[in-house]
């Protein structure tokens, strides 16, 4: 089973913030966060991952609560090219399987 | 240009015939994967493999072989396909973090 929940839909107005939240209550000491889109039915896009500190990179901003049970992605200006699937994975340090849920889908709304 | 390159990109067969999808990396990376996505199932690891002649399972694993013997490639190999294999199958690669993938385009497969 994923190590993660999101919420399945959000809509997002064009040119707003999106805030997309993640819970990883079980996550362990040595695991990161990472996070992904897809559109349509292209091959997932790695957008950024962090492991305790904020991070921010041309893309997005993530946001990993201080006890990192959970987290934000942050599109600072969403736009319609965003809509996609969002999602969310407690990767391992190393080598290892690799586990997906089912994401957020997210719309941007003109 | 950095890539994963898949092919076929769409195949149809019928059921029992042997089939091989092909995936190749430049980027020199360890780690390799295999997913298949279904609607309502999203994305399962099938295998992965850390480095050469270094494979392990997946979540989904029944039916499907795989090898790794070169860094750049790792076949997927469906010897007897089923139409419950009729899926979206997705190869990844990463180097140092296997969360940290990039993924090739998708090979659409249906089986008949």
């Known amino acids: 089973d994923a190590k993660t929940t999101q919420p399945p839909s959000m809509d997002c107005a064009?040119?707003?913030a999106a805030n997309l939240p993640c819970n990883h209550s079980t996550i362990s000491g040595n695991?990161?966060?990472?996070?992904?889109?897809q559109i349509h039915s292209q091959g997932p896009q790695y957008i950024i991952h962090g492991l305790k500190n904020n991070e921010t990179n041309e893309m997005a901003s993530l946001i990993i609560t201080e006890d990192r049970k959970s987290s934000t992605l942050i599109l600072p200006h969403a736009t319609l090219r965003d809509t996609a699937v969002y999602y969310c994975i407690v990767g391992p340090a190393s080598y290892d399987k690799v586990i997906f849920g089912p994401g957020t889908s997210l719309s941007v709304i003109p | 240009e950095a890539q994963v390159t898949q092919n076929p990109r769409y195949l149809i067969t019928v059921t029992g015939k042997k089939l091989t999808v092909t995936c190749s990396q430049n980027m020199n990376h360890e780690y390799m994967s295999w997913y298949r996505q279904d609607p309502g199932l999203g994305l399962?690891?099938?295998?992965?493999?850390?480095?050469?002649?270094?494979t392990d399972k997946?979540?989904?694993?029944?039916g499907y072989k795989v090898s790794r013997k070169e860094k750049r490639n790792f076949p997927l190999i469906l010897e007897s396909p089923s139409p419950n294999q009729t899926s979206l199958y997705f190869c990844a690669s990463s180097w140092g973090l296997a969360g940290q993938?990039?993924?090739g385009p998708g090979t659409r497969l249906t089986v008949l």
Not at chain 1, 31 to 37: C, F, K, L, Q, S
Not at chain 2, 58 to 62: A, F, K, M, N, S
């Open chain 2, 44 to 54: 399962r690891q099938i295998y992965y493999s850390m480095n050469v002649e270094v």
């Open chain 1, 14 to 16: 064009e040119g707003r």
């Open chain 2, 101 to 103: 993938q990039f993924f």
């Open chain 2, 58 to 62: 997946g979540d989904v694993p029944e």
């Open chain 1, 31 to 37: 695991e990161y966060v990472y996070w992904y889109r």
